[in-house]
């Protein structure tokens, strides 16, 4: 059985989550269950970033402790996934006893190896963005992503991240496709083409005191980004053979497993310190890097900036879910913003896509159809003799094999957006049939013909909503129950078609129009 191994970054716990960060978690669980429902074998981990200044200082401000801090924004966490039907196996904690051995080995083998050396550091330091800049990445005297810095100078411990600057760009040579989109792969490179410097990673105490000890120096705090990237390999099970603790789920046996087809989604403002940092380190401990990068774009304000609570305008998540489900929502996320692609989001963007989509099209289609099978043929699947078949219903069935096959190949090749508008257009074309064909009235003259109308077109809103399980888990669930089916695996798609006489439902509309 093929394996699929992804994770989405692991949030700082300063803020709950808000739309931006709840896109990452939903894409990956949408794509986390398009691989089960391939038939893959699937490990899906989420998690949160606890240590460093930014927790520290969010921490002091409720004067509660860093650690009972970050108890409590791994509730706030996992209540809003549950909320939005996030379905992860692993939820990763950086503040767990059980990462702090292993992150502790990972250095001591780092400093063993002479990839780790001691000396001063002089520049600036932005809590926000927890990333040393120099002069020359300021903007204005701010980070490059407008927060502010200070000036500080230091002893410190350095990684010797330049020498694997010429590795990484080997492999990224070798495999064009490491990055996606191709834009953000180019960018690296041309990054890694400039000059590449050593990273720091130590914090003194002395600034910093919640965060893991560095192995060989207890004056000094772990840097929280290298504390964080390893997340992943850990997660997949790395070094993990002794770790007792039932978070940790995995078994060194399948870290090969996993690793091995293993995908990481981020967002595009930490490219740099995934494709440049993180492949430095795992280069560095000899382990084989990640199969793949997957950078999405932001979620844009009405000012066309970042959402973000510190620019304001944010959407929260579950006030959305209040108005329009949580299905709906996931759809949104999927079907609206190309992977890969900045996008700017409004409440009214949301809820027209809801309207037109869900409401309109795939909801319309079900109404429409299972009323008149439900008026004209005693809620019975009607019969499709050949012989009634036109050409314009072999081209809708034909339609719907293709988009099925298609489907497949744009989830894996990552272009959700691509196969779902392919449904959607799919569920315009049957509409536009309906009105062509008008079976309201046909059904007075030629009771058969509408049945084949009637049956071609349930067809689609089997397949169509058999394809969108993985997007909306629980409307599907409903939509298929009422056509008498159950859960369907991809596979079973082709075989499963409607038989003739089994007893429809028809209830009120799944996805009623909504206005804002
Ligand atoms: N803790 C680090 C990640 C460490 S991973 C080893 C971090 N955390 S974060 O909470 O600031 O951001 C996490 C992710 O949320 C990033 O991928 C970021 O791109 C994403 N987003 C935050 N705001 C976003 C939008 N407005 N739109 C889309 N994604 C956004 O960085």
């Not at 300063?14 to 490990?43: C, E, M, V, W």
């Not at 051995?101 to 963005?129: F, M, N, P, R």
């Not at 060194?252 to 087809?261: A, H, Y």
Request: aromatic share 12%.
């Amino acid at each position: 059985m093929k394996s699929f191994y992804i994770t989405t970054p692991i949030y700082y716990v300063n803020d709950k989550p808000h739309l931006g960060t709840a896109y990452s978690t939903t894409l990956a669980d949408i794509l986390n269950r398009y691989h089960q429902f391939f038939g893959f074998s699937t490990r899906f981990l989420t998690g949160l970033d606890e240590h460093g200044q930014k927790c520290q200082q969010a921490a002091d401000l409720k004067k509660v402790s860093s650690q009972a801090h970050c108890d409590q924004m791994t509730e706030v966490f996992k209540e809003t996934w549950a909320k939005l039907g996030i379905q992860y196996d692993q939820f990763y904690r950086t503040s767990n006893p059980a990462h702090k051995v292993l992150v502790q080995k990972a250095l001591q083998k780092l400093h063993d190896s002479g990839y780790i050396y001691e000396s001063t550091y002089e520049g600036w330091y932005c809590i926000s963005d927890e990333t040393f800049y120099t002069e020359k990445d300021l903007v204005d005297g701010l980070s490059p992503s407008g927060n502010p810095v200070t000036r500080i100078k230091e002893k410190n411990y350095f990684f010797r991240l330049s020498k694997f600057k010429q590795p990484i760009l080997d492999h990224l040579k070798k495999n064009p496709e490491f990055i996606i989109p191709a834009h953000r792969q180019n960018e690296v490179s041309g990054f890694l083409n400039k000059d590449l410097s050593d990273l720091c990673i130590s914090r003194p105490k002395s600034r910093m005191k919640w965060g893991i000890e560095l192995p060989f120096d207890s004056d000094y705090m772990v840097y929280v980004w290298v504390d964080a990237l390893l997340n992943y390999v850990f997660g997949a099970g790395l070094w993990c053979e002794d770790i007792k603790d039932p978070e940790y789920l995995p078994n060194e046996k399948e870290f090969e497993r996993w690793w091995g087809s293993s995908f990481h989604l981020i967002g595009k403002d930490i490219l740099i310190t995934h494709s440049v940092y993180w492949l430095g380190l795992l280069l560095a401990l000899n382990l084989p890097l990640p199969k793949k990068i997957i950078s999405h774009g932001w979620l844009l304000n009405k000012d066309q900036e970042k959402m973000s609570k510190s620019k304001g305008q944010v959407i929260d998540p579950i006030q959305i879910t209040e108005k329009i489900g949580t299905d709906s929502l996931r759809y949104f996320f999927i079907k609206y913003i190309k992977l890969g692609l900045d996008s700017p989001v409004s409440t009214s963007a949301i809820v027209d896509e809801y309207n037109q989509d869900l409401s309109n099209n795939l909801g319309n289609l079900l109404q429409r159809v299972s009323k008149l099978i439900h008026d004209h043929f005693d809620s019975k699947v009607p019969d499709c003799a050949e012989k009634n078949k036109d050409e314009k219903m072999n081209l809708l069935i034909s339609q719907t094999e293709q988009v099925y096959k298609s489907l497949r190949i744009d989830i894996e090749s990552f272009v959700p957006e691509k196969g779902i508008r392919s449904l959607m257009k799919l569920l315009d074309s049957t509409n536009k049939y309906l009105e062509d064909t008008q079976p309201w009235k046909l059904v007075k003259t030629d009771k058969e013909k509408t049945g084949a109308v009637l049956y071609v077109s349930l067809e689609v809103v089997r397949v169509v909503t058999s394809l969108l399980q993985p997007v909306m888990p629980a409307s599907t669930q409903e939509i298929l129950r009422r056509i008498g089916l159950k859960d369907q695996s991809y596979d079973q798609i082709p075989s499963s078609s409607l038989k003739s006489g089994q007893v429809i439902e028809h209830g009120s509309p799944i996805y009623p129009r909504v206005s804002l």
